[in-house]
């Protein structure tokens, strides 16, 4: 026997229990060991979409904790062929995601990975935006430092009009609005911002304009997960 590990989605919004597929319970079903980014909001998950998951009935790792140590404890259980689930915060596991180590090991391992189907706000994003979906980038967080922010925003922008690419961003909630007053103030009035905040959740948001415009409208994404997407 080996090992197979399972990349299993979780829900963006904690009511979206919809937009995870039923198989995903099956594959859960199929493990003993669970790597989670959190571990209690992966055991409410499991919960929400089936009950008759026995949580208490896996072993269970944090990601976020002494990596190399959980690194070690990953490969050990892979070592004693269990089937491993590994669930992010929210959306898909290894993708903006401290999860990527343990699929690095696994691969690294000669185990077999399965990702599984389920909503990732990047992909969900880029698809609502009328952007570049042919040439796109992600890049993560932003600096926090207002002088750096500036410097990246304008490397993004001069970039996605070189290469007529999307430049995906992210941002901590409750510092979303500062980040939105440093887009419109340092970014060209022609080039587009799409602002897609509450995926999936009953006040899903997701509009694209040009900075000009946005300038002309008063918005609050406070504390709202959203994820941001320029194109010059």
Known sequence: MSSTVYLVPSVLDETATHTIPLYIIDAVKNCSVI??????????????????????????FAIHKAEEEQVNNFRQKIKEAKNIAIISEAGCPGVADPGQVLVEAAQQMNAMVKP????S?????????????????????LPIDSIEKTRVLKEIENTSQKKNSTQIFIETPYRNDQLIETILKTCKPSSQLCIAADL????????????????????????????FLLKA
Request: with cysteine; hydrophobic share 40%.
């Open 121 to 141: 706000s990047i992909l969900l994003a880029l698809m609502a935006s009328g952007m570049n979906g042919q040439h796109f980038e992600f890049i993560g967080y």
């Open 200 to 227: 999936t959740g009953a006040n899903e948001f997701v509009k694209t304009k040009t900075i000009a415009d946005w300038k002309k409208e008063k918005t609050s994404f406070h504390k709202k997960p959203a994820i």
């Open 116 to 119: 599984l189907v389920g909503p």
């Open 35 to 60: 790597f989670a980014e959190n571990e209690r909001t992966a055991r409410r998950f499991l919960k929400s979409i089936c009950k008759e998951i026995v949580i208490d009935d896996y072993e269970w």
